[in-house]
Nanobody, 115 residues
Framework: QVQLVESGGGLVQTGGSLRLSCTAS????????MKWYRQTPGKERELVAV???????DYADSVKGRFTISRDNAKDTVFLQMNSLKPEDTAVYYC?????????WGQGTQVTVSS
């Protein structure tokens, strides 16, 4: 059974940092594009960051310069380093693995940034 398990969320003050991790099982991890999304109540899920199979990266404008996505194929894990956090970064963060039309989601991890 495919699983994506996120960890690293929590409560942090404005300006602080968190590092999210997402470890995959039962997939050929290196063949997947890995993404982080976030969602707040009443809003659509928002794409935050992408890392391709070749380690290319892309970011939402709202997080450029503050967040860094990376992957470790040897550990089947994708990371999201979040610095200079703002209250508007508060959301549930989801890991996503995509390969052509196939995609999998993690269960989400809560990030709360206090002002």
């Amino acid at each position: 059974q495919v699983q994506l398990v996120e960890s690293g969320g929590g409560l942090v003050q404005t300006g602080g940092s968190l590092r999210l991790s997402c470890t995959a099982s039962q997939i050929a991890f290196s063949l997947y594009i890995m993404k982080w999304y976030r969602q707040t109540p009443g809003k659509e899920r928002e794409l935050v960051a992408v890392v391709t199979r070749g380690d290319g990266t892309d970011y939402a404008d709202s997080v450029k310069g503050r967040f860094t996505i990376s992957r470790d194929n040897a550990k089947d894990t994708v990371f999201l380093q979040m610095n200079s956090l703002k209250p508007e970064d508060t959301a549930v963060y989801y890991c996503n693995a995509q390969r052509t039309a196939t995609q999998y989601w993690g269960q989400g991890t809560q990030v709360t940034v206090s002002s």
